[in-house]
Nanobody, 126 residues
Framework: QVQLVESGGGLVQPGDSLSLSCAAS????????MGWFRQAPGKEREFVAA????????RYADSVRGRFTISRDNAKKTVYLQMNSLEREDTAVYFC???????????????????WGQGTQVTVSS
């Protein structure tokens, strides 16, 4: 069982940066692949970024590649999402998710994940 708690959301202006964190419980965090997803009002949940348990494999959505960076610190049981050059279209509730396994090709699929956090709101507005 894994519990996930996101933090770091807030209200920022276009062009600003924001860093999200997702803290996990459990003793085997390093065996979990971690993903970040987001959901805007009236839209489906969409993939943002994902990282394998070791950190050696990463995936990004085309819409955030080059602006967002996913990383993890297994000793702290935390995964991060550094978001730069934020745009109004990045406004959403951001969720982190976790799943064990080596099917790295599945990391962008929200249905693949077993555990989800409650989400943190990110609002980009002037």
């Amino acid at each position: 069982q894994v519990q996930l708690v996101e933090s770091g959301g807030g209200l920022v202006q276009p062009g600003d940066s924001l860093s999200l964190s997702c803290a996990a419980s459990g003793r085997t965090f390093s065996s979990y692949n971690m993903g970040w997803f987001r959901q805007a009002p009236g839209k489906e949940r969409e993939f943002v970024a994902a990282i394998s348990g070791s950190g050696g494999s990463k995936r990004y959505a085309d819409s955030v590649r080059g602006r967002f960076t996913i990383s993890r610190d297994n000793a702290k049981k935390t995964v991060y999402l550094q978001m730069n050059s934020l745009e109004r279209e990045d406004t959403a509730v951001y969720f982190c998710a976790a799943r064990q396994g080596t099917e790295y090709g599945m990391m962008p699929a929200p249905d693949w994940y077993d555990y989800w956090g409650q989400g943190t709101q990110v609002t980009v507005s002037s």
